[in-house]
């Protein structure tokens, strides 16, 4: 059964700061992995899509990285603002079930 | 450019009572998702629809019915809800051509039934 797990769980950085997220899955014959974000009491914001044959995607400040045969994923943000604060979700299509699962999230808070 | 949307935004229903949560999408999507959403449990699914005229069973459907209207519509039902379906629900849809396509999200309907 494929399970999805981010760490940590909370993290608290001062605006300006490069960081990276992680994200882990445990069965690696995957579709595709997608990232997230979710403002407090607000619905899911698709960041970034990478298929199962890509290494990478980027977006502005964003770049998502997939390494298929460790069951990881990174999204690195670049230059940290503190309207980045959010709750960021990982994502992972699995072929065996051809549905999303979904990790419990990092809750990240950038502050001035 | 609505994207997905869902009615209503929030709820508040007695032990027993019915409810259908209604959800579309205007991007031609074929497939279609209801989640639920619970503090510390994530994301689970409770029904899909893969296509017009089919839908199946998640990861958590117990409790609940659905019914894929048309291309655009994807409607959940709780027949006689339960306190323990207090959560936050959310619709989403995505393409799924020849590649597993993005899933996009409606903004939720917060249910609570005391």
């Known amino acids: 059964k494929q399970e999805v797990t981010q760490i940590p769980a909370a993290l608290s950085v001062p605006e300006g700061e490069n960081l990276v997220l992680n994200c882990s899955f445990t069965?690696?014959?995957?579709?595709?992995l997608q990232w997230f974000r979710q403002d407090p009491g607000k619905g899911l914001t698709s960041l970034l899509l990478i298929q199962s044959s890509q290494r990478e995607q980027t977006s502005g400040r964003l770049n998502a990285s997939l390494d298929k045969s460790s069951g990881r994923s990174t999204l690195y943000i670049a230059a940290s603002q503190p309207g980045d604060s959010a709750t960021y979700l990982c994502?992972?299509?699995?072929?065996?079930?051809?549905?999303?699962?979904f990790g419990t999230g990092t809750r990240l808070q950038v502050f001035p | 450019n609505a994207g997905v949307t869902q009615t209503p935004k929030f709820q508040v229903l007695k032990t027993g009572q019915s409810m259908t949560l209604q959800c579309a999408q205007d991007m031609n999507h074929n497939s279609m998702y209801w989640y639920r959403q619970d503090p510390g449990m994530g994301l689970r699914l409770i029904y899909y629809s893969a296509s017009e005229g089919t839908t199946d069973k998640g990861e958590v459907p117990n409790g609940y019915n659905v019914s894929r209207l048309n291309k655009r519509e994807f409607s959940l039902r709780l027949e006689s809800a339960a306190p323990s379906q207090t959560s936050v629900y959310f619709c989403a849809s995505s393409f799924d051509g020849v590649w597993r396509s993005e899933q996009y999200f409606g903004p939720g309907t917060r249910l609570t039934v005391t």
């Open positions: 994502a992972v299509r699995s072929y065996n079930t051809d549905k999303l699962i």
């Open positions: 069965d690696s014959a995957i579709y595709n």
